[in-house]
C-alpha cells in the first residue's frame, strides 16, 4: 500500500532504511507497511529543497500558476483513490473523505490565482528623482507539519500558496496518516515541478523534526497540530529565527439566542458536531442555549445523535466512524466520566460502541454543564457536546469568551443587530452565524491567542510564504 511510493526526495520515492506499520483505527488491523526516513534522509530532502529554490523561485509566476492548475487536474482525476485513501487511514465517512479532496483541490485553484497576484507598489519618496519599490520575494524553503484530522486539506492549505509564492517545501505528515499525503504529492507531479521543489519525508521526531528545525537554510516552518506542539515549535525555531505560523487547538462556543430557527439550527449543528467522529479544531464543543429554547434543544440533538449509524467509514450508509486510535477513546471515556462526577447529566451515548473491534465511542450528549467542567472548559476533540443554559447577551458573551482558545465561534440568531455585536464581541479568529461554513480556500482561517498565529486561505494565506523587499530608486 504504501512501498509503491515512499519518501519523495529530489523528484523521486524513494525507500528509507526502515519500515512503521500503520493501523486502521476500524479494524485496528495494519493497512501495511510505511517507509521511516532516517536523518540522512531527512539532510538529502533539505539539501533538494535548496536546490529546488532556485529553480522554483526564478520560475515567472504565470508559469507557477499553470503548474499548480495541472496538480489540480491530476487531483481531481484522481479524486476516488484519495477519498478512498483518507477513508482507510482515518476511518471518516467516505463522503467526507471526498468532500475533503474537493477542498484541498480549491486549494490548488485558489493559489494558482493568487500566484498571477503577489503585487507590488511603488511609493513616492522624499529623496528629489527618487522612489520607493517594494516587491516581494519567497521566503525560501519551507517545512510543513500535518496533523492526522484532515490528512489532504491541511497539506494542502500550506502546500499550494508556499508553491504559489515560489518557494520550496518539505511535507512532514503524521505517521497515522502517511498515505494520504503521498497520493497529493504524486499528483504534484504533474505540474512538473523542478526537481527538489517538494519533498515528503514520513518518520520519528529525531530523524524528521529535529534536522529540519536544526537547519538554518530552512526558514520557515508552518504547524497544524496541538498548542503544546506548537509551543515546542516556538522554541525550537528561535535558534535559526525561522518564520512561524501555526494553527493550533480551539473549543468553540455555539451560541444558541432565543429567536434562533430551532430546526435549521439543529439540523446544521448535530452532523457538525460528529463530523469525523468530532476530532475536528473548529468544531462547536460548548453549547450554549438560551433557558427558552434549552430543553427542546437537547430533546431534539439526543434524537438526531441517536439517528447517527456507526461504523467504517467505507460503507456509504455510515454518518460516523471511529476515533483515530486506542488512546483518544480512552480520553473521550476519561472526559465523560469527570463530567458525570462533577454534575453533569448524560442525555446519551457516553460509551463505547458495541463493536469487536476499532476505536468506536458512542455520539454523546451531556446536558446540566457548567464552566468549571473540564468538558466545558478544554477541547475535547471527540464525539461529546456539553450543553449548558443562558439568560441574557450579555452574560453568555462573556462566559463564551473566558477561555484561552481563540480559533473558531459560533452564534445562531435571526436578528441582524445581535449577529453584528456578537461577531464583534466574540474572541475568536473566525465567527459563524447560523453557519459552520469557515474552511474555504476564499477565506482566510486562523487563530488567536492560544489557537496559533498566521492564517490560511484567502488573499492572506500567501503572505506568510513572501518576505517583503524594498528598494529605493533614485535617478539624478
Known amino acids: 500500500m504504501y512501498g509503491s511510493f515512499g519518501l519523495f526526495i529530489g523528484g523521486a520515492w524513494v525507500q528509507g532504511a526502515e519500515t512503521a506499520p500503520v493501523f486502521s483505527p476500524v479494524s485496528e488491523k495494519p493497512l501495511g507497511d510505511c517507509p521511516q526516513a532516517g536523518v540522512s534522509d531527512t539532510e538529502a530532502a533539505i539539501d533538494a529543497a535548496a536546490r529546488g529554490l532556485k529553480a522554483w523561485a526564478a520560475t515567472p509566476a504565470f508559469s507557477r500558476a499553470d503548474a499548480l492548475h495541472k496538480i489540480a487536474d491530476e487531483m481531481t482525476r ?66 510543513a507539519f500535518t496533523a492526522w484530522n484532515f490528512p489532504a486539506a491541511l497539506i494542502a492549505r500550506k502546500v499550494a500558496p508556499a508553491l504559489a509564492a515560489g518557494c520550496s517545501v518539505i511535507v512532514r505528515p503524521s505517521s497515522q496518516t502517511p498515505g494520504v499525503a503521498m497520493v497529493m504529492v504524486d499528483c504534484c507531479r504533474a505540474g512538473g ?94 453549547f450554549y442555549v438560551h433557558e427558552s429554547l434549552h430543553d427542546a434543544f437537547v430533546a431534539g440533538f439526543k434524537a438526531r445523535a441517536e439517528a447517527i449509524k456507526l461504523g467504517d467509514g467505507l460503507d456509504p450508509t455510515v ?78 458573551l462573556g462566559r463564551a469568551n473566558a477561555c484561552d482558545m481563540g480559533l473558531s465561534a459560533y452564534a445562531f440568531t435571526s436578528n441582524p443587530g445581535r449577529a453584528r455585536r456578537t461577531v464583534a464581541a466574540l474572541k475568536a479568529g473566525m465567527v459563524g452565524i447560523n453557519s459552520f461554513a469557515m474552511a474555504a480556500s476564499e477565506a482566510p482561517f486562523g487563530g488567536t491567542n492560544h489557537s496559533g498565529m498566521g492564517r490560511e486561505g484567502g488573499a492572506e494565506g500567501i503572505r506568510d510564504y513572501l518576505d517583503v523587499k524594498s528598494s529605493q530608486v533614485v535617478w539624478a
Open 319 to 396: 454518518g460516523m466512524g471511529p476515533l483515530i486510535n486506542a488512546g483518544r477513546l480512552d480520553e473521550m471515556e476519561k472526559i465523560t466520566a469527570g463530567a458525570l462526577s462533577a454534575g453533569a447529566r448524560l442525555v446519551t451515548g457516553g460509551a463505547r460502541a458495541g463493536f469487536n473491534a476499532g476505536h468506536f465511542y458512542l455520539p454523546t450528549v451531556l446536558a446540566d454543564c457548567t464552566d468549571d467542567m473540564a468538558v466545558m472548559a478544554e477541547e475535547n476533540f471527540g464525539p461529546i457536546a456539553a450543553i449548558t443554559r443562558f439568560r441574557d447577551e450579555a452574560e453568555v
Open 193 to 286: 515541478l523542478p526537481e527538489g521543489a517538494l519533498g515528503l519525508v514520513v518518520g520519528p521526531t529525531q530523524a524528521t523534526y529535529a534536522p529540519i528545525m536544526a537547519d538554518k537554510r530552512v526558514r520557515k516552518v508552518s504547524l497544524t497540530g496541538s498548542t503544546r506542539v506548537g509551543q515546542q515549535m516556538i522554541r525550537d525555531a528561535a535558534s535559526t529565527l525561522k518564520k512561524v505560523s501555526m494553527e493550533l487547538g480551539g473549543n468553540a462556543p455555539v451560541i444558541i439566542y432565543d429567536d434562533a430557527d430551532l430546526e435549521a439550527c439543529l439540523n446544521v449543528t448535530v452532523p457538525t458536531k460528529f463530523a469525523n467522529a468530532g476530532q475536528v479544531c473548529v468544531t462547536g464543543d460548548r
Open 78 to 143: 484522481r479524486t476516488d483513490e484519495a477519498a478512498r485513501m483518507i477513508s482507510l487511514e482515518t476511518g471518516k465517512p467516505i463522503a467526507q473523505a471526498g468532500r475533503e479532496w474537493g477542498l484541498s483541490i480549491d486549494q490548488f485553484r485558489w493559489y494558482a490565482e493568487e500566484a498571477r497576484r503577489i503585487y507590488g507598489r511603488i511609493v513616492e519618496s522624499r529623496v528629489p528623482g527618487g522612489r520607493f519599490e517594494i516587491h516581494h520575494e519567497p521566503v525560501g524553503i519551507v517545512a
